[in-house]
């Protein structure tokens, strides 16, 4: 049984011990049930609040709640050092070179979860081998509508290739908005795979990355052939 948002609901739990109530979670919304116990029901989709009712029923009033958005987390080791990855349940969130977990918004929760960045970790490894140049993972990249614009356009350079921010500003229709599109940059939340690195100044100079110049030259020398990072990390290990 599912009650409309706005309506405040009633609900007798006279049938048997478990019957159950699916109410979608909303803002300012109050309701009216009999039960002996209430429990959220982590397994519900986004939104959803599952009440299990009991063998003596009373009234209570179950005032709207939020539910947390997941954040999946791990720690990657990589040639580069290690690589912070996290996800949620839409796609890839944040691969970061600063490993120490972002503070959480008031509507998140970081659990850390390997297995959720499982596939993640195993495409980064093959494009550090050099046997991957196009990731196939979704993303949820969460910023301003400009810098989403900037990120998607980040992800159309193709691999081995680069492009000044002045090209990338004409890309995303803001032809004088460069700078901006440097600031995008530096705030792109997924590094590598989404791919900043491409990025450099209208005199061929390498300009500033997260991960320190060094880093970008060398995923610039990975992308045109002349070696991998893995390849590179056991020489010198």
Same mark, same amino acid.
């Given at each position: 049984m &599912?009650?409309?948002?706005?309506?405040i609901?009633r609900y007798?739990?006279?049938?048997s011990?478990l019957e159950?109530?699916?109410?979608p979670v909303?803002h300012?919304?109050?309701?009216?049930?009999f039960s002996? +116990?209430v429990?959220?029901d982590?397994?519900c989709q986004?939104?959803?609040?599952?009440?299990?009712?009991?063998?003596k029923p009373f009234a209570?009033?179950?005032?709207a709640?939020?539910?947390p958005?997941?954040?999946?987390?791990?720690v990657?080791?990589?040639?580069l050092?290690?690589?912070?990855l996290a996800?949620?349940?839409?796609g890839? /969130?944040?691969l970061?070179f600063d490993?120490r977990?972002?503070v959480?918004?008031?509507d998140?929760v970081?659990?850390e +979860?390997p297995?959720?960045l499982?596939?993640c970790?195993?495409?980064l490894?093959?494009?550090f081998?050099?046997?991957l140049?196009?990731?196939t993972l979704?993303l949820?990249?969460r910023g301003?509508?400009?810098q989403?614009k900037?990120w998607?356009?980040?992800?159309?350079i193709p /691999?081995g290739?680069?492009? &000044?921010y002045?090209?990338?500003?004409?890309q995303?229709g803001?032809?004088?908005a460069f700078?901006a599109?440097?600031?995008?940059?530096?705030?792109?939340p997924?590094?590598i795979?989404?791919?900043?690195?491409r990025?450099?100044g209208?005199n061929?100079t390498?300009t500033?990355?997260?991960g320190?110049? +060094?880093v970008?030259?060398?995923?610039?020398?990975?992308?045109?052939?002349e070696?991998?990072?893995f &390849?590179?990390a056991?020489? &010198?290990?």
């Amino acid at each position: 049984m &599912s009650f409309s948002l706005p309506k405040i609901c009633r609900y007798a739990a006279a049938r048997s011990n478990l019957e159950r109530v699916v109410m979608p979670v909303c803002h300012n919304a109050t309701a009216t049930i009999f039960s002996s +116990s209430v429990e959220i029901d982590e397994d519900c989709q986004a939104g959803v609040v599952r009440f299990e009712f009991f063998q003596k029923p009373f009234a209570a009033n179950i005032f709207a709640m939020h539910l947390p958005g997941k954040i999946f987390y791990t720690v990657m080791q990589s040639p580069l050092g290690p690589l912070l990855l996290a996800a949620t349940e839409k796609g890839i /969130y944040r691969l970061l070179f600063d490993t120490r977990v972002p503070v959480a918004h008031q509507d998140q929760v970081w659990i850390e +979860s390997p297995d959720h960045l499982r596939r993640c970790e195993e495409q980064l490894k093959a494009y550090f081998c050099g046997e991957l140049r196009n990731f196939t993972l979704p993303l949820d990249l969460r910023g301003t509508p400009f810098q989403v614009k900037c990120w998607e356009a980040l992800c159309r350079i193709p /691999y081995g290739a680069t492009c &000044s921010y002045a090209e990338l500003a004409a890309q995303v229709g803001s032809p004088r908005a460069f700078r901006a599109v440097g600031q995008a940059n530096h705030n792109n939340p997924v590094a590598i795979i989404v791919p900043c690195h491409r990025v450099i100044g209208a005199n061929g100079t390498l300009t500033g990355y997260g991960g320190g110049l +060094s880093v970008k030259e060398r995923l610039l020398r990975l992308e045109r052939g002349e070696h991998t990072l893995f &390849s590179v990390a056991a020489q &010198s290990a």
